[in-house]
Nanobody
């Protein structure tokens, strides 16, 4: 059983940056696809970014060029660097782990989930 714990959320102004972290324990981190999803109030959970065990990333169009996903397999941690934040980025951000070998944007593919961290972008 894999446990995922997110951190780094907070309240920032438009244009600011945040870095989210997700620490994993209880499994072989290096073999998992790691993903970030977000859910805004009244909306469905949506894909943000994912990274393969080799470090290949995938992003949803709305964050390309602003967000960067990375991982440190030695620390069993995945990061989401978020720059040029916009009010529409406001959401609870979730980290997820997938035991398959292919990057996916579908939330139902992911096997393990963290509890989420709130990101609020407001002036």
């Amino acid at each position: 059983q894999v446990q995922l714990v997110e951190s780094g959320g907070g309240l920032v102004q438009p244009g600011d940056s945040l870095r989210l972290s997700c620490a994993a324990s209880g499994g072989t981190f290096s073999i998992y696809i790691m993903g970030w999803f977000r859910q805004a109030p009244g909306k469905e959970r949506e894909f943000v970014a994912a990274i393969s065990w080799e470090g290949n990333p995938d992003y949803t169009d709305s964050v390309k060029g602003r967000f960067a996903i990375s991982r440190d397999n030695a620390k069993s941690t995945v990061y989401l660097q978020m720059n040029s934040l916009k009010p529409e980025d406001t959401a609870v951000y979730y980290c997820a782990a997938d035991r398959s070998s292919r990057l996916s944007r579908r939330s139902y593919v992911y096997d393990y989930w963290g509890q989420g961290t709130q990101v609020t972008v407001s002036s």
